[in-house]
């Protein structure tokens, strides 16, 4: 391949990462694999309800395919870093075309989970860094040994840390609200905005991220609560 025709595609990427659109489709097909994931991973997680050999053996088959699943994590961090890049460049850029401040901040068409996506992105990625060094990595281990292959006596004894949990309670509902706005965004993106069906799809976005985060959080409540334990 010439240099030039290298030279060119470059170019093209360059400039579809610097126009609108482009950020836009790079936060939703990012978006898309980090919703898929967050799926997945509830799924896998909430097998800790069925005992520690059901997750254990979860755990093993995620062990068993080890280099794969970095690459994996090592993509969807480079996702989430994307994500979150191409969203706050798309804030400073909206900001700039209306450089004249409102007199007084009105928030009528806007969400709380809107407002709050521009923070909440770097807030949840800190989360997921912490969350592979404590229960992934075992490097970072407060108040309990980490035990390699165990995963259900890992998750437990990292729970049962009240501030690890609170920690993961309050960055989960974080992603809640993020998933609320995401969510509803992608169906206006696919066309799925009319007024007939707008409120329902709005019902659909909250009940869906209602029910990831109930999903996640249950898991370090019935830990504190003694539901689950060692």
């Known amino acids: 391949m010439s240099t030039t025709a290298v030279s060119l595609r470059q170019s093209r990427a360059a400039a579809f990462w610097y126009s609108t659109t482009g950020k836009k489709i790079v936060m939703a097909i990012t978006g898309a694999m980090l919703f898929l994931f967050v799926i997945g ?3 896998g997680n909430l ?8 997750l254990n053996a979860y755990g093993h088959l995620l062990h068993s395919l080890s280099e794969p699943l970095w690459a994996v994590r090592a993509v969807l961090i480079a996702a989430i870093v994307l994500h979150i890049i191409a969203t706050v460049q798309l804030a400073l850029r909206n900001k700039a075309a209306r450089p004249v401040g409102y007199s007084r901040r009105e928030a009528i068409n806007s969400s709380y989970a809107s407002r709050t996506m521009y923070w ?7 989360f997921v860094i912490f ?20 995963v259900y006596h890992n998750v437990v004894s990292g729970f049962e840390v009240w501030w690890v949990s609170v920690w993961y ?10 998933l609320r706005h995401g969510i509803w965004s992608m ?7 009319h007024p007939r069906y707008t409120p ?3 019902q659909a976005a909250i009940w869906i991220a209602a029910i990831i985060v109930i999903g996640y959080i249950s898991i370090p409540i019935s830990v504190l609560l003694g539901l689950v334990k060692e």
Request: aromatic residues 8%; negative net charge; charged residues 10%.
């Open 120 to 126: 909440s992105g770097p807030i949840v990625l800190a």
């Open 200 to 202: 329902l799809l709005k």
């Open 47 to 54: 097998q800790i309800f069925e005992g520690r050999e059901k």
């Open 131 to 150: 969350h592979l060094l404590h229960l992934t990595a075992g490097i970072i281990v407060p108040g309990a040994a980490f035990i390699d292959g165990d």
């Open 169 to 178: 309670i309050f960055a989960i509902c974080l992603l809640g609200f993020h």
């Open 187 to 193: 169906f206006q993106s696919v066309g799925l905005n």
């Open 41 to 43: 991973h509830m799924v």
